[in-house]
């Protein structure tokens, strides 16, 4: 069972690039959220989903847009990335109400 | 909607000492809610969670925690910590009918010294 995966682990952009994180889950959960951390800030909600095809945004949807087109993938796209966009980037799963499961992270800077 | 509030951003404290990591939510629903720990250059890992019934939740390496629906809290303890406690800890807070918003606090680090 690989439970949450993420890729890449690292990636440096130019401003101005976009680039996909992807994200990956086998435990056909049907909630799925991508956070962003930064340093002293805690883990801010970007976007979540509650099912294929159903998104919403998070505290911090700006810069970012997602797609959730299977239950398993929920990858989030960055267009004219900035460097405000410099984060640590996790997502996460879960089924229902229990506990969340999460990736090991993509660390992100844009210079 | 709900919120999450972590009183403290740092901890220090010495080994085998006691220590409580606080955390106040805000919610007009009903709640569950998760204790995460991060260990450094790593992912978040469940520490211990209140879904329903005993108040009272426990996880298998020590820690605690008690949620108080009158104090809206889920504070966070350990009767003696370890060098290897060091992390820092996050609180998590859902609602019934939240739509499958889950929203964290910004962190508690503890470090633990010899």
């Known amino acids: 069972n690989a439970g949450v995966t993420q890729t890449p682990k690292f990636r440096i952009l130019k401003i101005g690039q976009s680039m996909t994180l992807q994200c990956t889950q086998d435990m056909n959960h049907n909630y799925m959220y991508w956070y962003r951390q930064d340093p002293g800030m805690g883990l801010k909600l970007i976007y979540y989903s509650v099912g294929a095809g159903i998104t919403d945004k998070g505290e911090v949807p700006n810069g970012y847009n997602v797609s959730r087109s299977t239950t398993e993938d929920f990858p989030l796209r960055l267009e004219l990335a900035a460097p405000s966009q410099t984060s640590v980037y996790f997502c996460?799963?879960?089924?229902?109400?229990?506990?969340?499961?999460f990736g090991q992270g993509t660390r992100l800077t844009v210079v | 909607a709900q919120s999450v509030t972590q009183l403290d951003s740092q901890v220090p404290v010495f080994e085998e000492a006691p220590v409580e990591l606080r955390c106040n939510y805000s919610s007009s629903v009903s709640v569950y809610l998760f204790w995460y720990v991060q260990y450094p250059n790593q992912g978040l890992q469940l520490l211990l969670k209140?879904?329903?019934?005993?108040?009272l939740v426990k996880s298998i390496n020590g820690f605690e925690a008690e949620f108080n629906k009158s104090q809206t809290s889920f504070h966070l303890r350990k009767p003696s910590v370890h060098i290897s406690d060091t992390a820092e800890y996050f609180c998590?807070?859902?609602?019934?009918?939240?739509?499958?918003?889950?929203?964290f606090g910004k962190g508690t680090k503890l470090s633990v010294k010899p």
């Open positions: 996460a799963s879960r089924a229902g109400h229990a506990e969340a499961f």
């Open positions: 998590a807070v859902t609602g019934e009918g939240s739509q499958g918003n889950l929203i």
């Open positions: 209140y879904l329903s019934g005993s108040t």
